[in-house]
T-cell receptor, first 115, second 116 residues
Framework: AQTVTQSQPEMSVQEAETVTLSCTYD???????LFWYKQPPSRQMILVIR??????QNATENRFSVNFQKAAKSFSLKISDSQLGDAAMYFC????????????FGDGTTLTVKP | GAVVSQHPSRVICKSGTSVKIECRSL??????MFWYRQFPKQSLMLMAT?????????EQGVEKDKFLINHASLTLSTLTVTSAHPEDSSFYIC????????????FGPGTRLTVT
C-alpha cells in the first residue's frame, strides 16, 4: 500500500515571500500521479498542481511549482510571492494508475500567510 | 467544466434516523465516484469507491451496512448513513473521475453532518 507523509503540520510565510511544503511518499509502482490540493476554510478541495511520474520536468502553475524527485520519492510544493489567499490546508496526494484509481492523502500542512 | 455538486451542504438529524447525501457530476459522466470522510483539521479518509451499475467497494473498517452507497447513473452517487449516531457526525466529501480519464478527481463541496 502507498503512504504519503507530510512532515510539516504547520507552516507560516510572510506575504510576498516564498515557502516550500514537503511531501514524501512510498510506493512500489513506477507509474502514478502526484497532486497538491488546497483546502481553504470553505473546505472545498482545489487542485493546485499535478505531476505525472513519467515526466521528468517539474510541473509549474503560475506561482506554484513542484520539485519532483522520483528516486527519492519526494514531491515538494513551492509557493512564490505568497498571497493572503494562499492561506489554507494543503494536501499532498498520490494516485495510482491501477488500484481503481484510488488516492492516498497526506495528513496536510496548514499554511498561514502573515501580512 | 468538471463540476461536482453535493446536496445537502449541511444536515442535522436525530440519533437513530437515516440521512441521504447526493453527489452529482453536473457536466461530465463519472465512471467512478469516491466517498471520503474528514474530521476537523485532519486528512481525507477514503470510505468507499463506487462504480456505476455495480456494488461499491468499501475500505477496511468501514461498515457497509451503515454507509450505503448507490451509484445509479453516470452522474449520481448517493451515500446513506443509516441509524445515525453522534459519532457519525463529520464532513463527507465525494469526488468523481471522468469516464476515460481517471487521472483527475473532481471534488464536491462537501456535506457537514451533525447527529444530535
Amino acid at each position: 500500500a502507498q503512504t504519503v507523509t507530510q512532515s510539516q503540520p504547520e507552516m507560516s510565510v510572510q506575504e510576498a515571500e516564498t515557502v516550500t511544503l514537503s511531501c514524501t511518499y512510498d510506493t512500489s509502482e513506477s507509474d502514478y500521479y502526484l497532486f497538491w490540493y488546497k483546502q481553504p476554510p470553505s473546505r472545498q478541495m482545489i487542485l493546485v498542481i499535478r505531476q505525472e511520474a513519467y515526466k521528468q520536468q517539474n510541473a509549474t502553475e503560475n506561482r506554484f511549482s513542484v520539485n519532483f524527485q522520483k528516486a527519492a520519492k519526494s514531491f515538494s510544493l513551492k509557493i512564490s510571492d505568497s498571497q493572503l489567499g494562499d492561506a489554507a490546508m494543503y494536501f499532498c496526494a498520490y494516485r495510482s494508475f491501477t488500484n481503481a484509481g484510488k488516492s492516498t492523502f497526506g495528513d496536510g500542512t496548514t499554511l498561514t500567510v502573515k501580512p | 467544466g468538471a463540476v461536482v455538486s453535493q446536496h445537502p451542504s449541511r444536515v442535522i438529524c436525530k440519533s437513530g434516523t437515516s440521512v441521504k447525501i447526493e453527489c452529482r457530476s453536473l457536466d461530465f459522466q463519472a465512471t467512478t465516484m469516491f466517498w471520503y470522510r474528514q474530521f476537523p483539521k485532519q486528512s481525507l479518509m477514503l470510505m468507499a469507491t463506487s462504480n456505476e451499475g455495480s456494488k461499491a467497494t468499501y475500505e477496511q473498517g468501514v461498515e457497509k451496512d451503515k454507509f450505503l452507497i448507490n451509484h445509479a447513473s453516470l452522474t449520481l452517487s448517493t451515500l446513506t448513513v443509516t441509524s445515525a449516531h453522534p459519532e457519525d457526525s463529520s464532513f463527507y466529501i465525494c469526488s468523481a473521475s471522468r469516464t476515460g480519464a481517471t487521472y483527475e478527481q473532481y471534488f464536491g463541496p462537501g456535506t457537514r453532518l451533525t447527529v444530535t
